[in-house]
């Protein structure tokens, strides 16, 4: 790359750097993909608008070149919080569809999971050929029950949130440099505004969030049109899937998360705010 000159011909916009014509025909007869120049700003970067550049060009880019981008950029510091929804096998697929670069996956295994969870993520292991760390709370739920009585996530969910998901969570996330998320802007209002890459000052690490802009229309199609496997309780009125006693079918269907934590303002396990 040459700084910018007068007479140079831009090739990436936006960025700090022209491309004299003899470079740009180079790279057009390479056939390179602007994901190939896109690149991380040197850290820190923690401070206000530094991915807000990428932003605009993951904008630019298919879902499969933004997953595709992310790997490539933080790998093998990326790791997939996987609940196993449809959202992250939509990822899941992706990244077995990109150049496969190995990542850590895990799911926050609570204890409380639908045995078609629990059946889904042998069945993601042995079709994508991954071993799925399972991360388990420091309290089971019988040592759980001892401690703060029993079915503490119908007295106190936000507690239970936080002792089986929130903080196993941020033990998990310790040492990497970014995570990737299923999370889409029209979930909850608190995720309205989430960026496609931003920094997680909570986890003190980047957070990529390739499908903020689908709808769950969109993520549907893709796992029927690639005959991705998904959680059959998606078809049974379960847009979203967390613990089994705090999961039910949703009420209004505008709303693919009315059938988490039903009865109580809850709409969060907090692992996202």
Known sequence: MYPKTPGAAQFFSGTNYYYPHSVLMTLVQRRFHPMELLRLPEPPWNAPGTFD?????????????????????????????????AEDMVLLDMWAKSEATPIDVFC????????????????????????????????????????????LWERD????????KVNPLSRQLIGYRAWMTGIRRDQTINRRQAPLIGWDSTHNLVKVNPLAPWTYTDVL????????????????????????PC??????????????WQGKEKTECGLHL
Not at 57 to 79: E, G, I, K, N, S
Not at 157 to 164: A, E, G, K, W, Y
């Open 53 to 85: 550049h990428i932003n605009t060009q993951l904008d630019l880019m298919t879902t499969l070149d933004r997953v595709t981008w992310t790997v490539r950029a933080f790998a093998p510091t990326l790791t997939l919080a996987s609940s196993f929804g």
């Open 108 to 151: 926050l295994d609570t204890g409380l999971l639908f045995p078609q969870t629990y059946d889904l993520i042998n069945e993601v292991e042995n079709k994508y050929g991954i071993q799925v760390r399972r991360v388990i709370p420091q309290l089971s739920v019988s040592q759980q029950a001892l401690q703060f009585g029993p079915n």
């Open 247 to 260: 999961t039910k079918p949703v009420i209004d269907e505008r709303d693919p998360r009315s059938g988490r």
């Open 157 to 164: 969910p936000d507690t239970c949130c936080q002792l089986r």
């Open 221 to 244: 199609d893709y796992l029927t049109r690639h005959n991705v496997p998904f959680n059959p309780l998606h078809l049974q009125g379960y847009p979203s899937i967390g613990c089994q």
